[in-house]
């Protein structure tokens, strides 16, 4: 969602909102890649997927635990 750089900067803070938002968040993991580093998740997406999928499956178990 665009916003102007000024209200983040009145919001957040100079240093917070020119940090984390309007920096460019362009990262490469070159040198991990460089070592041989794999990582299980080589993209976000199924990463995320992985994450969501594990929570719910502990609040099931936590859910049918309270039910006994």
């Given at each position: 969602?665009?916003a102007?750089?000024?209200?983040?900067?009145?919001?957040l803070?100079?240093?917070?909102?020119?940090?984390?938002?309007?920096?460019?968040?362009?990262v490469?993991?070159?040198?991990?890649?460089?070592?041989?580093?794999?990582?299980?998740?080589?993209?976000?997406?199924p990463?995320?997927?992985?994450?969501?999928a594990?929570?719910?499956?502990?609040r099931?178990?936590?859910?049918?635990?309270?039910?006994?």
């Amino acid at each position: 969602m665009p916003a102007p750089a000024f209200a983040l900067r009145l919001l957040l803070g100079r240093e917070m909102a020119d940090e984390l938002l309007l920096a460019s968040q362009r990262v490469e993991p070159r040198r991990l890649q460089e070592t041989g580093y794999a990582f299980r998740f080589p993209a976000l997406e199924p990463a995320l997927l992985h994450v969501l999928a594990r929570g719910s499956a502990a609040r099931s178990l936590t859910t049918r635990a309270d039910a006994i």
